[in-house]
DNA sequence: ACATAAAAAGATAAAAAACTCTTTTTATTC
DNA sequence: GAATAAAAAGAGTTTTTTATCTTTTTATGT
């Protein structure tokens, strides 16, 4: 479904979230082990959503990644496209590449209802609605 | 989604079961040309398909492959478990090693039902209804 | 200013997936 | 039974993805 890359990505977000709801800034050690992921494979990921502004850093002692209030709105949408690209929105299922209402693949009228209820389902899941349902006990992040 | 191998075997084998049914065999070239796949590569994967029995070939002149009356009862599902495994059924979206219905992660309870339509379609779409589908000019399978 | 702690950047390596080439086996037809 | 046509098998290459290692830059505290 999503590459090793955007789960890592995705787990890493809420991590930080997380913590950074404290106040706290997160090194990329304890990213590292609170996801699973990697050190330094995780380290090219937090820079490439750095890069695209999804999450912030500072170098230095007592430096690491942590959000803004704001960035609590990010979805899981946005960290999918940053590391993915847009392949769910485009891409057919079977990968041809001409597919569409005209020229529907076999599963195309299917799938379309399949789709859309995916792609709701990361656009509407915020980092600040995962920070919340955490809180209440809702759901874990184990590995 | 699914494998590059998985893609192309789906197509094949809907391409053979079209051409199937009007008795002829096809050959490696003509399967190749017809889905797009790379000749070689696509040897690799009818192989494959042929130990798990979902379709048949026979050596030498006037050979190649082709499926029974019976094996248009193959699902989607049936080929994307005999390539790409049983990872859709068993899987976590986000690739958690542990979630379940006790221990879900964060989009667990959102996914479930994407996941029960997304595997309904597999497991529902034949080979068989595909012909059908395809006589009545209801999909394509361009390139 | 210096030591230190952290991320950023760059380069490399390992593993997996995708793809190709060559040889062997098997069946057919003449 | 020789020539031929096709798939099967085996070995190899290329590309992509995943992962690691090393160096550089930047900020902090003393």
Redesign the pocket.
Known sequence: M???????GIKAMIFVAQKSKQGK???????AKGTG????????I??EL??KKL???????????YLEAFDLRTSLADIVKALDGNGVYTDCVLGLKVCNEKKPCPVHDEYRDIKKKFIRMIEENTLGDFNEKLDSGQFFLVN
Not at 2 to 8: G, L, V
Not at 55 to 65: A, L, R, Y
């Open positions: 999503f590459s090793k890359t955007c789960e890592y800034r997160i090194a990329l050690k304890e990213i992921a990697p050190e330094h494979f995780i380290a090219k937090m820079q750095g890069r999450v912030h850093s500072i170098k230095g002692p007592n430096g690491g990644f």
